[in-house]
């Protein structure tokens, strides 16, 4: 079964940058889209960066032109830098596979989470 698994996060100073991993093992068939979430607290997760299997990549204005989304197929990784970091950066951040059955509908994969605290 696929698995997920994030690294990189830390404490760091506001303006600062960090660099976050999802490693993901096991076999998929086929993934419509993977991103970066997070959940602030008191807030619901939100979405921070997806891309699709064809290639476009989003961003919610809270990180545009700060975060960027990238992958390295060959290392089955994804990474999310996170530039000019602020304190409303702080968050547990999760990583997300959307997988596609075979029948045409898909489901969730999940990392753990890892924590991103930004200091002022």
């Known amino acids: 079964q696929v698995q997920l698994a994030e690294s990189g996060g830390g404490l760091v100073q506001a303006g600062g940058s960090l660099r976050l991993s999802c490693v993901a093992s096991g076999s998929i068939s086929s993934i419509n889209a993977m991103g970066w979430y997070r959940q602030r607290p008191g807030k619901l997760r939100e979405l921070v960066a997806l891309?699709?299997?064809?290639?476009?990549?989003d961003y919610p204005d809270s990180v545009k032109g700060r975060f960027t989304i990238s992958r390295d197929n060959a290392k089955n990784t994804m990474y999310l830098q996170m530039n000019s970091l602020k304190p409303e950066d702080t968050a547990v951040y999760y990583c997300?596979?959307?997988?596609?059955?075979?029948?045409?509908?898909?489901?969730?994969?999940w990392g753990q989470g890892t924590q991103v605290t930004v200091s002022s």
């Open positions: 997300n596979y959307n997988v596609a059955r075979s029948s045409g509908s898909y489901y969730y994969i």
């Open positions: 891309i699709t299997s064809g290639g476009s990549i």
